[in-house]
């Protein structure tokens, strides 16, 4: 209905048939207003409560209201000829929500439809006691503040609404538009006080429509119902049972009528029924739902962020500015303690109303920046609690510009109501948003806050989940790369490509590895291995077992040894865990491949010259860990071009399908033309990733043996005679001359002088064997047969000896010692010249 008509509501009071049709005519509806204090007794009981219920104001204050409320009885008559009202409420009364509200059971405000059984007249019950059936709405609304008042209670007959006539007739259809604007009489005492609070209990409503409801309601001296087909109160009446149900009971009448030849009625026959299906929804909560839903789609932080601040907008608020622990952006974990002011907080989404491009220059997103003490935002970020700001003053404006430099922020605040909202999960502070409203737009209230507060709360969760799951996704992955190692591409006469995929989303760690180790004489170990089983628990013993590989590579024993100490050794850590190895060294100079297997699957290797693919045919062995089982090596010879490819079963292996067709797989995609190492990899990958239902983690490590030409390497016998010190330095610098390397000459023949004075002094019977190899680097090796190995020493200004080591680790790029079955090689290399 019109307002502008309830403005001349005065000049028709007595001109209709009577109060009932005059109040209909001119679209006021008596509403029963019932105010319940925090002890549950009735602090005020309006006229038309006395009307409704058929109490008196003097008998009922000071009574508890759950004694005067109808708020439950027995199922309705079903013989009753009025509308069939079962499928909106099954309580003659005025419901359990409303008996939940009455003692306090819930916070938010909830709404009803009930069959009640009222006075007939006016006045209270008739002379005669007459009374009839009635629909009733109601709503109750939590009233928080200091006062003693703890609950408002509006009902209204629904009779009433249907007898206004005109196109906003009350009807079943419209009473999801209908909002109490205002429900209080003359006659109660608090009437400003709550008429200035009203705007708290209906968040639609501007401050200026509350005053102009009041200035009509004092004028008229009479409760009003205004119709809007605009504005929404925070609850709409509660209907009754879903719609399925609704209409399985439309049919059953329908049905009965025809069974007894009567019309069916014209509402159990179309869509015009159909409000009464729908169950009722509470506003506020419907928000908070349909949020909760929007949100936590991902674990993904950055993407949680952006929904969380589309989900306010525009629908809450105008504007959202999330802002973020500088610490929960980085995936770190942050000491325990209230934010200061030192703390740093990261702006990682803006989301608003206004036009494109607005807000960008001002307040960009990825900014990091403090929060002074006197500001909102601080209150909020130590307290956890929200904060609200009904208009933003100049002055505060003002002062909150003064944070950003060189940028005037005030003309996008200056005005507009304010909420901020802590993000917090388990107490712990991780963010918070700043909501802002349009000028025009109603100011943020207390029931705002209450509904940020809640909002923020599941948000926090959400973001809290994000947080863990990117902090733990980069401890996993810290973890797991700090246990695989960084290979080279490129070592002594190999190529090298590695990858590593896990297993799962949820399981970053896993106890796959691969590894190369240097070795003497230009070889290169070449390790796969995969720890049975996932988690931290599988990667820790992977961790200690390529470490201990590493070691006993360094140490340069036999390959079927050093598979048999790594067996022993899984013996001494434990019978929780086994493991799988496959362990090879590659020697270029001599173009062959000494391999060991413990019961991993086969490597694979390509031939250069045909293109051709094959698994190697290797003793299987059992898995470390087993222990008493002997290992057996191979020598497979091998040619420059030719490709090794060793992997985990993670990648062949497939739940449901023979492992055999994993492996010919590989060996076919293994044999593919690529362009580099890397392709050659990612073209396996491809192919066997196609194949599905990979659920384990895949280490992948191929091999190009390139190999080292005769022509690049040089060898030399000599007697243990201090002469030939001389003889294997004119060697050297002949041999670097015919290579083209004269540049290294002087350091060369001063470090091999060294070595082999050293040899020769401490060798026994064997001759002392020198060779150098020309590769990426300029290696040299003088083997002799003394099992020590020299050590580095501190050499006194007095002493004569023991500056030989001290000069090689000095000159040269890298150096070191091991033991050979017959004595032991020292060794060191020099960076070849830039051409």
């Given at each position: 209905?019109?307002?502008?008509t309830?403005?001349d509501?005065?000049?028709?009071?007595?001109a209709?048939?009577?109060?009932?049709?005059?109040?209909?005519?001119?679209?006021?509806?008596?509403l029963?207003?019932?105010?319940?204090?925090r002890?549950?007794?009735?602090?005020?009981?309006?006229?038309?409560?006395r009307?409704?219920?058929?109490?008196?104001?003097?008998?009922?204050?000071?009574?508890?209201?759950?004694?005067?409320?109808?708020?439950s009885?027995?199922?309705?008559?079903?013989?009753?000829?009025?509308?069939?009202?079962?499928?909106?409420s099954?309580?003659d009364?005025?419901?359990?929500?409303?008996?939940s509200?009455?003692?306090?059971?819930?916070?938010?405000?909830a709404?009803?439809?009930?069959?009640l059984?009222?006075?007939?007249?006016?006045?209270?019950?008739?002379?005669?006691?007459?009374?009839?059936?009635?629909?009733?709405?109601w709503?109750?609304?939590?009233?928080?503040g200091?006062?003693s008042?703890r609950?408002?209670?509006l009902?209204a007959?629904?009779?009433?609404l249907?007898h206004?006539?005109?196109?906003?007739?009350?009807?079943?259809?419209?009473f999801?538009?209908?909002?109490?604007?205002f429900?209080?009489h003359?006659?109660?005492?608090?009437a400003?006080e709550?008429?200035?609070?009203?705007?708290?209990?209906l968040?639609?409503?501007?401050?200026?429509?509350?005053?102009?409801?009041?200035?009509?309601?004092?004028e008229?001296g009479y409760?009003?119902?205004?119709?809007?087909?605009?504005?929404?109160?925070?609850?709409?009446?509660?209907?009754?049972?879903?719609?399925?149900a609704g209409?399985?009971?439309?049919?059953?009448?329908?049905?009965?009528?025809?069974?007894?030849?009567?019309?069916?009625?014209?509402?159990?026959?179309?869509?015009?029924?159909?409000?009464?299906?729908?169950?009722?929804?509470?506003?506020?909560l419907?928000?908070?739902?349909?949020?909760?839903?929007?949100?936590?789609?991902?674990?993904?932080?950055?993407r949680?962020?952006?929904?969380?601040?589309?989900?306010?907008?525009?629908?809450?608020?105008?504007?959202?500015?999330?802002?973020?622990?500088?610490?929960?952006?980085?995936?770190?974990?942050f000491?325990?303690?209230v934010?200061?002011?030192?703390?740093?907080?990261?702006?990682?989404a803006?989301?608003?109303?206004?036009?494109p491009g607005?807000?960008?220059?001002?307040?960009?997103?990825?900014?990091a920046?403090?929060?002074?003490?006197?500001?909102?935002?601080?209150?909020c970020?130590?307290?956890g609690?929200?904060?609200?700001?009904?208009?933003?003053?100049?002055?505060?404006?003002?002062?909150?510009?003064?944070?950003?430099?060189?940028?005037?922020?005030?003309?996008?605040?200056?005005?507009?109501?304010?909420?901020v909202?802590?993000?917090k999960?388990?107490?712990?502070?991780?963010?918070?948003?700043?909501?802002?409203?349009?000028?025009?737009r109603?100011?943020?209230?207390d029931?705002?806050?209450?509904?940020?507060?809640?909002?923020?709360?599941?948000?926090?969760l959400?973001?809290?989940?994000?947080?863990?799951?990117?902090?733990?996704?980069?401890?996993a992955e810290?973890?797991?790369?700090?246990?695989?190692?960084?290979?080279?591409?490129?070592?002594?006469?190999?190529?090298?490509?590695?990858?590593?995929?896990p297993?799962?989303?949820?399981?970053?760690?896993?106890?796959?590895w691969?590894?190369?180790?240097?070795?003497?004489g230009?070889?290169?170990?070449?390790?796969?291995?995969?720890v049975?089983?996932?988690?931290?628990?599988s990667?820790?013993?992977?961790?200690?077992?390529?470490?201990?590989?590493?070691t006993?590579?360094?140490?340069?024993?036999?390959?079927?040894?050093?598979?048999?100490?790594l067996d022993?050794?899984?013996?001494?850590l434990?019978?929780?865990?086994?493991?799988?190895?496959?362990y090879a060294?590659?020697d270029p100079?001599a173009?062959?491949?000494?391999?060991?297997?413990?019961?991993?699957?086969?490597?694979?290797?390509?031939?250069a010259e045909?293109?051709?693919?094959?698994l190697?045919?290797l003793?299987?062995?059992?898995?470390?860990?087993?222990g008493g089982?002997?290992?057996?090596?191979?020598?497979v010879?091998?040619r420059?071009?030719?490709r090794?490819?060793m992997?985990?079963?993670?990648?062949?292996?497939?739940?449901?399908?023979?492992?055999?067709?994993?492996?010919?797989?590989?060996?076919?995609?293994?044999?593919?033309?690529?362009?580099?190492?890397?392709?050659?990899?990612?073209?396996?990958i491809?192919?066997?990733?196609?194949?599905g239902?990979?659920?384990?983690?895949?280490a992948?490590?191929?091999?190009?043996?390139?190999?080292?030409?005769?022509?690049d390497?040089?060898?030399w016998?000599?007697?243990?005679?201090?002469?030939?010190?001389?003889?294997?330095?004119?060697?050297?610098?002949?041999?670097?001359?015919?290579?083209?390397?004269?540049?290294?000459?002087?350091?060369?023949?001063l470090?091999?002088?060294?070595?082999?004075?050293?040899?020769?002094?401490?060798?026994?019977?064997?001759p002392?064997?020198?060779?150098?190899?020309?590769?990426?680097?300029?290696?040299?090796?003088?083997?002799?047969?003394?099992?020590?190995?020299?050590?580095?020493?501190?050499?006194?200004?007095?002493?004569?000896s023991?500056?030989?080591?001290?000069?090689?680790?000095?000159?040269a790029?890298?150096?070191?010692?091991?033991?050979?079955?017959?004595?032991?090689?020292?060794?060191?290399?020099?960076?070849?010249?830039?051409r």
């Amino acid at each position: 209905m019109d307002r502008g008509t309830e403005r001349d509501a005065p000049s028709r009071r007595g001109a209709g048939s009577g109060p009932r049709a005059a109040d209909a005519a001119a679209g006021r509806v008596p509403l029963a207003v019932v105010v319940v204090d925090r002890d549950g007794l009735v602090s005020h009981w309006s006229r038309g409560a006395r009307r409704l219920f058929g109490t008196g104001k003097e008998e009922a204050i000071g009574r508890p209201a759950a004694d005067l409320l109808p708020v439950s009885g027995a199922l309705p008559d079903e013989t009753d000829d009025t509308p069939p009202f079962r499928a909106c409420s099954a309580h003659d009364g005025l419901g359990p929500g409303l008996e939940s509200s009455l003692d306090g059971r819930l916070s938010y405000p909830a709404a009803g439809r009930a069959r009640l059984t009222v006075p007939q007249g006016e006045a209270g019950a008739s002379a005669s006691g007459g009374r009839r059936r009635a629909d009733v709405l109601w709503w109750a609304y939590p009233l928080v503040g200091p006062g003693s008042e703890r609950l408002l209670v509006l009902a209204a007959d629904a009779d009433r609404l249907g007898h206004g006539g005109g196109d906003e007739a009350a009807g079943p259809g419209a009473f999801e538009r209908i909002a109490p604007a205002f429900a209080l009489h003359t006659d109660f005492p608090g009437a400003e006080e709550l008429a200035r609070r009203l705007p708290e209990i209906l968040p639609s409503m501007s401050v200026g429509e509350s005053a102009r409801i009041v200035a009509q309601v004092l004028e008229l001296g009479y409760p009003v119902l205004e119709f809007s087909q605009n504005d929404r109160v925070p609850v709409t009446p509660d209907w009754g049972v879903p719609r399925r149900a609704g209409r399985r009971a439309r049919r059953e009448r329908a049905a009965r009528a025809a069974a007894e030849g009567l019309p069916v009625p014209e509402d159990l026959t179309g869509d015009e029924g159909e409000d009464l299906e729908y169950a009722a929804v509470r506003e506020r909560l419907e928000f908070l739902n349909e949020v909760s839903g929007r949100i936590g789609t991902s674990l993904d932080l950055a993407r949680t962020v952006v929904e969380v601040s589309r989900a306010v907008v525009p629908r809450f608020t105008d504007v959202a500015g999330t802002y973020l622990r500088e610490q929960v952006v980085a995936g770190e974990g942050f000491p325990e303690g209230v934010p200061d002011t030192t703390t740093m907080w990261h702006r990682v989404a803006v989301e608003h109303t206004d036009e494109p491009g607005r807000w960008d220059d001002v307040v960009p997103v990825g900014e990091a920046m403090p929060f002074p003490a006197h500001t909102p935002f601080f209150q909020c970020m130590t307290t956890g609690r929200p904060v609200l700001v009904p208009r933003i003053s100049e002055e505060m404006g003002h002062a909150i510009a003064s944070q950003f430099e060189k940028r005037d922020i005030r003309p996008l605040i200056t005005h507009r109501s304010m909420l901020v909202v802590p993000l917090k999960a388990r107490n712990v502070v991780l963010g918070f948003m700043i909501l802002l409203r349009h000028p025009e737009r109603a100011e943020f209230n207390d029931m705002d806050r209450v509904t940020g507060a809640e909002l923020a709360a599941r948000a926090g969760l959400v973001l809290d989940n994000a947080r863990m799951y990117t902090y733990q996704e980069s401890v996993a992955e810290t973890l797991q790369d700090s246990m695989l190692p960084h290979i080279p591409a490129r070592m002594a006469g190999c190529d090298i490509a590695t990858r590593y995929l896990p297993g799962t989303l949820l399981g970053r760690v896993g106890g796959d590895w691969f590894d190369s180790v240097k070795l003497p004489g230009a070889r290169t170990a070449l390790v796969v291995g995969d720890v049975m089983g996932h988690g931290l628990g599988s990667a820790a013993m992977m961790g200690q077992l390529r470490t201990a590989v590493q070691t006993m590579a360094a140490l340069d024993l036999p390959p079927a040894q050093l598979l048999r100490n790594l067996d022993d050794l899984a013996q001494r850590l434990g019978d929780t865990y086994l493991a799988t190895c496959l362990y090879a060294v590659y020697d270029p100079i001599a173009g062959e491949l000494h391999l060991v297997n413990a019961g991993h699957i086969p490597p694979v290797l390509v031939r250069a010259e045909d293109g051709r693919s094959e698994l190697l045919d290797l003793p299987t062995g059992a898995p470390i860990g087993v222990g008493g089982v002997p290992f057996e090596a191979v020598r497979v010879r091998v040619r420059p071009g030719d490709r090794l490819v060793m992997c985990t079963d993670g990648l062949v292996e497939v739940r449901g399908e023979d492992i055999g067709t994993g492996l010919a797989a590989l060996c076919e995609s293994a044999a593919h033309p690529a362009a580099s190492m890397d392709d050659a990899c990612d073209t396996i990958i491809r192919a066997l990733g196609r194949r599905g239902g990979r659920k384990d983690d895949v280490a992948l490590l191929m091999v190009r043996l390139a190999g080292i030409e005769p022509d690049d390497v040089a060898e030399w016998r000599l007697a243990r005679d201090p002469a030939e010190v001389s003889r294997a330095r004119a060697a050297v610098r002949e041999q670097l001359n015919e290579w083209g390397l004269a540049r290294l000459e002087y350091v060369a023949g001063l470090l091999v002088s060294e070595l082999v004075t050293n040899a020769v002094r401490h060798g026994r019977s064997r001759p002392v064997q020198l060779r150098l190899v020309r590769g990426d680097t300029l290696l040299c090796e003088v083997d002799d047969d003394d099992h020590e190995l020299p050590t580095l020493l501190s050499a006194g200004p007095a002493d004569e000896s023991g500056r030989g080591l001290r000069v090689v680790s000095t000159l040269a790029r890298e150096w070191g010692t091991s033991r050979t079955s017959t004595g032991k090689t020292v060794w060191f290399e020099l960076t070849l010249p830039r051409r």
